[in-house]
Nanobody, 125 residues
Framework: VQLVESGGGLVQPGDSLSLSCVAS????????MAWFRRAPGKEREFVGG????????FYADSLEGRITISRDNDKNTVTLQMNSLEPEDTAVYYC???????????????????WGQGTRVTVSS
């Protein structure tokens, strides 16, 4: 599977933004999917994940309540909805996929074998 993110851009504090990750290839509906981000000068961090059928989601503690991850397996798409954006949310956001059975929302990037190229989000007034 290959992943392509979109939806990034420049937004103001307090705004909402939806990022999309479209997968090409087969068996998308068997992959656990996640979003990570890398802020300037910081290490890549887990944002959230979703299991193969979309029924189970996992969120970073610091972001829970402001983000929602969903997927549409008919469209091979995973979406990250972010609300009440803050300047600290400025980062490159990456979509990642894992074939691991019984996906449990791993926060370790090494557990994901497929990555997109990233989409940049800048939150600034």
């Amino acid at each position: 599977v290959q992943l392509v993110e979109s939806g990034g851009g420049l937004v103001q504090p307090g705004d909402s933004l939806s990022l999309s990750c479209v997968a090409s290839g087969r068996f998308f509906d068997t992959y656990g999917m996640a979003w990570f981000r890398r802020a300037p000068g910081k290490e890549r961090e887990f944002v959230g994940g979703i299991n193969y059928n979309g029924r189970v989601t996992f969120y970073a503690d610091s972001l829970e309540g402001r983000i929602t991850i969903s997927r549409d397996n008919d469209k091979n798409t995973v979406t990250l909805q972010m609300n009440s954006l803050e300047p600290e949310d400025t980062a490159v956001y990456y979509c990642a996929a894992t074939e691991v059975a019984h996906y449990s929302g791993s926060r370790f990037s090494d557990d994901y074998g497929v990555w997109g190229q990233g989409t940049r989000v800048t939150v600034s007034s």
